[in-house]
């Protein structure tokens, strides 16, 4: 499996503060240390064009130029640098190129990754909750306008967001536009307090642990599937966030390792079942210990890229 990272632009943050950014850089070094199965490659950026396929010329334009007041940047959670304009380009750089990957013939495509990514709260015109531009949704659009260039035909894409934060942002962007279908199983109480409504939105009572969350994911699914059903996607995007992790800061959820283990398998084979070309995404995750978070990242890769060997070997496409 092609995982994309870009963890070099690293974007400094005050002491204290809640943002993980050093499991990026530990993360790609555990990847790099397995013997087989991932292989890493360097994302470049997102244009400014791309960007524009979800976002506002404006915000783009202020995130680029250093521009963004105050509140803006109290929203998003960082200061803005140039360092943190350039690493929200590389993200969503790295999206792109998985995605591509993914949609691509050969032993490569069925499912790709980005060691980050999954950023869900950035909106239209507005960043929030560590989210500078929406990876998801620049690259979603980009797929299906290069499908409709390449091949005349149109891309129906699966979001299907399992952090432990709903998908605010992509939901808001997505909201009148029925080639993107967005489910996002999340943790009812915690961030955003506001949601914005997605297409199927399933709420969870803090301290939700493996059985009822597990029992919780599988008619979910089932729902997407029966919806999608009359225009079956040819793209997913998994956001597969670290966050309900028992050992999560802000998670307020109680899964366990192997909880979450489940969770992955049953996710990525749904999607290797109806050969759905897959995105993989790291999204959240706040351990109160950084290892904990990259173990359980570190966990969803290995699994996606079983699920992908075994698509390749399939010959799927």
Not at 96 to 102: D, H, K, N, Q, T
Not at 177 to 194: I, K, L, Q
Not at 249 to 257: A, E, H, I, N, T
Request: glycine share 10%.
């Amino acid at each position: 499996m092609i995982a994309f990272h870009f963890d070099h632009h690293i974007l400094p943050l005050p002491p204290g503060h809640r943002f993980p950014m050093s499991k990026y850089g530990l993360l790609r070094q555990r990847v790099a240390a397995e013997p087989r199965g991932i292989e890493l490659r360097l994302s470049g950026p997102a244009s400014d064009g791309e960007l524009a396929l979800a976002h506002e010329p404006g915000y783009i334009a202020d995130v680029l130029d250093g521009t963004l007041s105050m509140a803006r940047q109290r929203e998003i959670g960082f200061e803005w640098t140039p360092q943190m304009a350039l690493r929200a380009t590389h993200s969503v750089g790295a999206t792109i190129a998985a995605a591509r990957v993914a949609l691509s013939d050969g032993a490569e495509g069925g499912i790709a990754a980005s060691l980050g990514g999954g950023t869900h709260h950035a909106s239209a015109a507005q960043g929030s909750g560590y989210c500078v531009f929406n990876d998801v949704a620049v690259a979603a659009r980009l797929m299906q306008a290069e499908r409709h260039r390449t091949h005349r035909e149109s891309l129906q894409v699966v979001v299907v967001d399992l952090d432990v934060h709903q998908g605010n942002g992509t939901a808001a962007i997505f909201a009148q536009d029925e080639s993107v279908f967005t489910f996002s199983m999340h943790g009812e109480r915690n961030f955003p307090f506001r949601k914005s409504p997605g297409d199927l939105d399933v709420g969870l009572a803090d301290g939700c642990a493996d059985a009822d969350y597990l029992a919780a994911l599988e008619p979910a699914l089932d729902e997407v599937w029966r919806r999608l059903a009359p225009r079956p996607p040819g793209l997913a995007f998994y956001v597969a966030g670290a966050d309900p992790h028992e050992g999560d800061r802000l998670g307020r959820l109680k899964l366990s390792s192997q909880g979450l283990a489940r969770r992955d398998e049953i996710v990525l084979g749904a999607l290797r079942q109806r050969a759905i070309p897959a995105v993989v995404l790291m999204a959240g995750g706040y351990g109160r210990v950084v290892d904990t978070t990259v173990d359980m990242h570190l966990q969803t890769l290995r699994i996606a890229a079983r699920w992908q060997s075994s698509w390749a070997r399939a010959g799927v496409r």
